[in-house]
T-cell receptor, first 111, second 112 residues
């Protein structure tokens, strides 16, 4: 099956700093999503981005499908950004619908 | 409803007992998924329902696990004869015509 690797596994930031999280995947995809899991366990969908670039406030994401990677940018980080960020993909093969998740990047933003 | 609702939010059970976990998806969403998140791990696919089609059960880890979806809406995940390795957070998600998934808050299952 498709492999999803995220880096770094852990990241500690001072409040106000910027960061880039990376997601590499091993095969072609037709669906890529970034999720934020807050400290209470809730998974929030941040972006649906199988290709191109999107921005939402301090967050933006870019996927280069031909090179099989996606980046999530967090600018001017806040303590509320803490949690685990997951990248998840759906392989573009016929009949595929299952989201395969990476192991996540655990972000801690300290005041 | 406005979101995906899961119950109970927490469940502690004795080894060997059966448990039922419930998921109420967003109204009108035809697709429903169950995932499991073990401590420090990513999310593992368990089962997928789409409308009235036969579910994809390929992710269920053993025959002690089963799930059903009644009337194309509410789903129940049942774990029989629970084992300690079943301890995890069980997450349900639903999706409609759009590509995004909406997850519930999960059920934290602890088998003692």
């Amino acid at each position: 099956g498709i492999q999803v690797e995220q880096s770094p596994p852990d990241l500690i930031l001072q409040e106000g700093a910027n960061s880039t999280l990376r997601c590499n995947f091993s095969d072609s995809v037709n669906n890529l999503q970034w999720f934020h899991q807050n400290p209470w366990g809730q998974l929030i969908n941040l972006f649906y981005i199988p290709s191109g670039t999107k921005q939402n406030g301090r967050l933006s994401a870019t996927t280069v499908a031909t090179e099989r990677y996606s980046l999530l940018y967090i600018s001017s980080s806040q303590t509320t950004d803490s949690g685990v960020y997951f990248c998840a993909v759906i392989y573009s093969g016929a009949g595929s619908y299952q989201l395969t998740f990476g192991k996540g990047t655990k972000l801690s933003v300290i005041p | 409803g406005a979101g995906v609702s899961q119950s109970p939010s927490n469940k502690v059970t004795e080894k060997g007992k059966d448990v039922e976990l419930r998921c109420d998806p967003i109204s009108g969403h035809t697709a429903l998924y169950w995932y499991r998140q073990s401590l420090g791990q990513g999310l593992e696919f368990l089962i997928y329902f789409q409308g009235n089609s036969a579910p994809d059960k390929s992710g269920l880890p053993s025959d002690r696990f089963s799930a059903e979806r009644t009337g194309g809406s509410v789903s129940t995940l049942t774990i029989q004869r629970t084992q300690q390795e079943d301890s995890a957070v069980y997450l349900c998600a639903s999706s409609g015509t759009g590509p995004g998934y909406t997850f519930g808050s999960g059920t934290r299952l602890t088998v003692v």
